[in-house]
């Protein structure tokens, strides 16, 4: 068992049944001229995300668990878009409207595809999704447990839209979520710290807090003591 020191108290899990999720370091989310900022964010306050990241997901491939990259994102005519998505927030530029990365949050253009630094490998799970949340309208919880994978170590933009949906989703269907806070990010800082706290409160009410050195760190002593 690795044992992850984490707020509210250590995680423990296994090689075999956990997986990494890498929710959607999309360029959209994370490069200028894409969906984050046509939504007036700073886009910038993301990209420390992708180097601690990185580094997960080398420990994640060198151990053999399950990686899962998330997209969000919506078909080419976009008739899995609610007009209630497409609109909100009276945007000057909407989902599928052309942007200097192609149109916007659509499969297939170039500001959906994930950050080149965190380019899926061959055999790793990518699934694209319509919403906020990983497990609405996809298979994911389908391909989670087919492989029995019980744990699951959360990375990704923004912590609390897609990644806050995402736990909590996860948290409701049994998984035991470890967020990692330094491969999470937000344009808004604030909501940045009160999804987090939220997760862990009331004695992990949705899941545990650590960070990517938490969790290496105790790859690294439990890969000296066994081997
Ligand atoms: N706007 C925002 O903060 N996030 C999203 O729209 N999607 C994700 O979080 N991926």
Not at 106 to 126: F, K, M
């Amino acid at each position: 068992m690795i044992k992850v020191s984490a707020e509210p108290y250590p995680f423990t899990f296994d090689h075999a049944h956990v997986a990494l999720l890498c929710i959607d370091f999309q360029r959209d989310f994370v490069e200028p001229g894409g969906f984050g900022e046509s939504l007036g964010n700073d886009v910038s306050l993301l990209r420390s995300t992708i180097e601690p990241t990185r580094r997960v997901l080398d420990a994640a491939r060198r151990h053999g668990w399950t990686v899962v990259h998330t997209r969000e994102g919506h078909r080419p005519d976009l008739s899995d878009l609610f007009p209630a998505k497409r609109d909100r927030g009276r945007p000057t530029l909407r989902i599928g409207d052309d942007g200097p990365m192609g149109r916007l949050l659509v499969r297939g253009s170039e500001g959906h595809d994930i950050v080149p630094e965190l380019a899926p490998a061959p055999g790793e799970v990518v699934l694209d999704k319509p919403g906020k949340g990983s497990f609405y309208a996809t298979d994911l919880e389908t391909i989670l447990r087919a492989r029995g994978i019980t744990h699951l170590v959360v990375t990704g933009v923004t912590t609390e839209v897609c990644v806050q949906s995402t736990v909590r989703e996860a948290n409701d269907r049994g998984f035991e979520c470890l967020v990692l806070s330094d491969c999470t990010g937000s344009y808004f800082p604030q909501f940045y710290e009160s999804a987090l706290a939220m997760f862990k409160a009331q004695g992990g009410i949705v899941g545990w807090v650590g960070t990517s050195a938490d969790l290496l760190n105790a790859l690294d002593t439990t890969e000296e003591t066994t081997s």
